[in-house]
Nanobody, 124 residues
Framework: QVQLVESGGGLVQPGGSLRLSCAASGRTFSSYAMGWFRQAPGKEREFVAAISRGGSSTYYADSVKGRFTISRVNSNNTVYLQMSSLKPEDTAVYYC?????????????????WGQGTQVTVSS
């Protein structure tokens, strides 16, 4: 089990950038694949990006491909989401999540541990 705490959210103008961080506690972080999900007002939570436990494989939703980059530093127990060319439709609460598996997944039930979320608002 890992405890996850997101940070880095905020208000940004369209076209801007933000980097989200997710700090994990516990000594098993490197055995978890990690994912980022988001939930916009009135919508269901959706997959954004995932990374394998070693960091060699990444996966992205089509809506963010080419604009977002997921990465991790296992020695720091941290996973990141670099977001660029942000659009108003990227506005949501962003959650990081951990899955006790080698590979990331788009499926939420495979993730056993979730952070509390961080708000990202893209607006002029």
């Amino acid at each position: 089990q890992v405890q996850l705490v997101e940070s880095g959210g905020g208000l940004v103008q369209p076209g801007g950038s933000l980097r989200l961080s997710c700090a994990a506690s516990g000594r098993t972080f490197s055995s978890y694949a990690m994912g980022w999900f988001r939930q916009a007002p009135g919508k269901e939570r959706e997959f954004v990006a995932a990374i394998s436990r070693g960091g060699s494989s990444t996966y992205y939703a089509d809506s963010v491909k080419g604009r977002f980059t997921i990465s991790r530093v296992n020695s720091n127990n941290t996973v990141y989401l670099q977001m660029s060319s942000l659009k108003p439709e990227d506005t949501a609460v962003y959650y990081c999540a951990g899955a006790p598996a080698p590979w990331g997944s788009v499926y939420q039930p495979e993730y056993t541990d979730w952070g509390q979320g961080t708000q990202v608002t893209v607006s002029s």
